[in-house]
């Protein structure tokens, strides 16, 4: 990330990578988080700016407390630029390429 942080959460690509302080965009898939009422705000701002900038191809972000997934896509310098969403939990979600398949929120 711009500030050095890595996501909390990360899909990696290939075998699992060792501990590291960072991992770098082309190291990761989409970045995973599951809001709370003390972050909720958070995730919604803050969370999706860092991430694009980091470059993450894609920042799913589960609204715990609005029961809703938003995927974004297109990482900018500024964040992302895509926003698709809210969608409520229940139905599938598509997410966009390089992804391109449906999460099932059924069970959310």
Avoid: C, K
Wanted: hydrophobic share 30%.
């Amino acid at each position: 990330m711009a500030d050095g942080r890595s996501p909390h959460q990360a899909f990696t690509v290939g075998a699992p990578i060792p501990y590291l302080r960072a991992l770098l965009p082309d190291q990761t898939l989409p970045v995973a988080e599951v809001g709370s009422p003390s972050n909720a705000e958070t995730g919604r701002t803050v969370e999706r700016r860092r991430y694009g900038q980091y470059g993450a191809p894609l920042y799913p972000p589960a609204d715990r407390q609005a029961r809703t997934r938003t995927p974004f896509s297109g990482p900018t310098r500024l964040g992302h630029a895509v926003e698709d969403g809210p969608h409520p939990f229940g139905p599938p979600v598509r997410l966009p390429e390089p992804f391109d398949l449906e999460l099932d929120t059924s069970r959310l």
